[in-house]
């Protein structure tokens, strides 16, 4: 039982140069997340999927793109990276329950130079 | 406002004491309240969640929870050299099932 895991690890771009960060879980979750962290702030959430088929944009959507390809899979995507996406990248899942606990990825350190 | 808001600290506690921490939320209709731990360059992990007003007690940590007052803390007792770390607190809010997280107290506990 790997629970959410992430690939890539770390990732280095150039600006404009795309790539999609890739997450899974094996804990039959109904709902995934994509957030960013930055130095000295929270996490922010970039889109969600509250269900397979469902995805919604989060409070810093813009310059990403989302598919929930299947129960276990949601991917993220940076069509054309700039250095502002520079950033920790965690995806998380939850069952949909009332409490909604969620269940964090290791993570994707990506740089933009 | 931000929606939750936390004292980014450093909180400096000696090995041993009570450590405090505090969070303050604005929506009224917030259903449920979590506390993650992170440890530097790791994800963050579950420890806490609460939802009716009171405390809720698991081992050395206790969540309390007003919602009068828009209040939740997390209190750890007996704290340990391995309690040093970030703490999120996090917010379900009366809509969607998107949580809202605050920016994280650092704490640091002293030998």
């Known amino acids: 039982n790997a629970g959410v895991t992430q690939t890539p690890k770390f990732q280095v771009l150039k600006t404009g140069q795309s790539m999609t960060l890739q997450c899974a879980q094996d804990?039959?979750?109904?709902?995934m997340y994509w957030y960013r962290q930055d130095p000295g702030m929270g996490l922010r959430l970039i889109y969600y999927?509250?269900?397979?088929?469902?995805?919604d944009k989060g409070e810093v959507p813009n310059g990403y793109n989302v598919s929930r390809l299947n129960k276990r899979e949601f991917s993220l995507r940076l069509e054309s990276a700039a250095p502002s996406q520079t950033s920790v990248y965690f995806c998380?899942?939850?069952?949909?329950?009332?409490?909604?606990?969620?269940?964090f990825g290791p993570g994707t350190r990506l740089t933009v130079l | 406002q931000k929606e939750v808001e936390q004292n980014s600290g450093p909180l400096s506690v000696p090995e041993g004491a009570i450590a405090s921490l505090n969070c303050t939320y604005s929506?009224?209709?917030?259903?449920?309240f979590f506390w993650y731990r992170q440890y530097s360059g790791k994800s963050p992990e579950l420890i806490m969640f609460i939802y009716s007003n009171g405390d809720k007690e698991d081992g050395r940590f206790t969540a309390q929870l007003n919602k009068a007052s828009q209040y939740v803390s997390l209190l750890i007792r007996d704290s340990q050299p391995s309690d040093s770390a970030t703490y999120l607190c996090?917010?379900?809010?009366?809509?969607?099932?998107?949580?809202?997280f605050g920016s994280g107290t650092r704490l640091s506990i002293r030998p």
């Open positions: 929506d009224r209709g917030s259903q449920s």
């Open positions: 804990m039959n979750h109904n709902s």
């Open positions: 998380a899942s939850s069952v949909t329950s009332p409490y909604n606990e969620q269940f």
């Open positions: 996090a917010v379900k809010g009366s809509s969607a099932s998107k949580i809202i």
């Open positions: 999927s509250a269900s397979e088929g469902t995805t």
